[in-house]
């Protein structure tokens, strides 16, 4: 399959137009229109969640109208895709804001996620706080620490008077039911602070490249240190709930398999979900009605489509998430 073109072709009044006509409607889309997403449990936070998740970071700010933002957020609710993951620092704030424009009306309908990358407790608290104003409700399903680095940035986080205190106290003060923390670019570091506290969830990158992604920038056959091995059992054994980020590497995968199998291969570890960027009309309706059919791969065919992927995509893969920032 070709990759993706991100380009946007249809305005929000168009769109509309369209599905008031019947233009956008298939046999496989008015399965999708008439029926929910498969769900899983979110860990033991005792939320239920869709299989797919809307991310709201890079891909949604390629909306370059805020009308077409908000037009394709509520069609994906429509089709069931009710998990929204967006954070503070997405596009400075601008993700927050149209994920709010939805949540003015829609908040009962959906899991509402967001991210704080401050790393004290006093920052976190402020981000919260305009986090909040921002998606226009007064409490959150998730709420995740951003981006861990390395352990050092655990460090940071843990310390006495670090943000971890901030998201304690915000699910204390039930202004969220739960809290996590999310990582692309140090499977150990995650490992370690899953291990060390109480998290209810997170969110690692986990694709059919990164199986083979170890520390120190080597690729090895077996990924004994990728996020699958290290991070990924430990979040399982301590009944987390898993939100696979990444899982066509920011796109470095597409064209080396297909979207289709990428998304299986993620969908067929033991996650809740798998949270998708999807800047394209035509791509929220395709993946809507993979997730609606979707059945799980076999570790053999999970393995083939590993040994599939060219060691120097993967390396290339590798090099870019680590100095990725995801804004």
């Known amino acids: 399959m070709a990759e993706p073109d991100y380009s946007y072709n249809m305005n929000r009044r168009q769109f509309l137009a369209a599905v008031a006509a019947g233009v956008l409607t298939s046999p496989a889309l008015a399965t999708v229109q008439s029926t ?3 769900f899983r449990s979110l860990g033991r936070t005792g939320i239920q969640v869709p299989i797919l998740g809307f991310g709201s970071g890079s891909r949604f700010l390629m909306y370059q109208e805020d009308d077409q933002a908000i037009a394709a957020l509520n069609r994906a ?3 069931g895709i009710t998990y929204i993951d967006t954070a503070h620092s997405y596009g400075d704030g601008k993700s927050e804001e149209r994920v709010g424009r ?3 009306t829609r908040r009962k309908e959906v899991v509402l996620a967001t991210k ?3 790393r004290t407790a006093e920052e976190g608290r402020r981000q919260i706080e305009v986090s909040l104003k921002r998606l226009q409700t007064d409490r959150l399903d998730v709420l995740h620490i951003h981006a861990l680095k390395d352990l050092k940035d655990l460090e940071a986080i843990e310390a006495r008077g670090g943000v971890l205190e901030a998201l304690h106290e915000a699910r ?4 969220t039911r739960a809290i996590g923390i999310t990582c692309h670019a140090d499977p150990s570091a995650l490992r370690t602070a899953l291990e060390r506290h109480d998290f209810d969830c997170t969110q690692m990158a986990l694709n059919a490249g990164l199986a083979s992604m170890t ?3 080597k690729i090895v056959p077996a990924g004994a240190a990728s996020f699958e091995r290290l991070a990924l059992p430990v979040a399982t054994r301590k009944h987390m709930g898993v939100i696979a980020m990444k899982v066509f590497g920011q796109e470095q995968l597409v064209g080396a398999a297909s979207p289709e199998k990428l ?3 993620a969908l067929s570890l033991p996650v809740s979900l798998a949270s998708v960027g999807m800047p394209q009309l035509e791509l929220i309706e395709r993946n809507a009605g993979q997730a609606r059919s979707f059945t799980p791969m076999s570790p053999r065919d999970r393995s083939r489509l590993v040994d599939s992927i060219g060691a120097g ?3 290339a893969m590798l090099q870019f998430l680590s100095n990725h920032e995801d804004v």
Do not use: N, T, W
């Open 36 to 38: 929910h997403l498969p």
């Open 77 to 79: 609710i429509d089709l």
């Open 263 to 265: 998304l299986a291969y």
């Open 313 to 315: 995509r993967k390396q």
């Open 172 to 175: 204390d003060q039930k202004i």
């Open 215 to 217: 520390e120190g920038m």
């Open 116 to 118: 704080i990358a401050g």
């Open 102 to 104: 939805v949540m003015a």
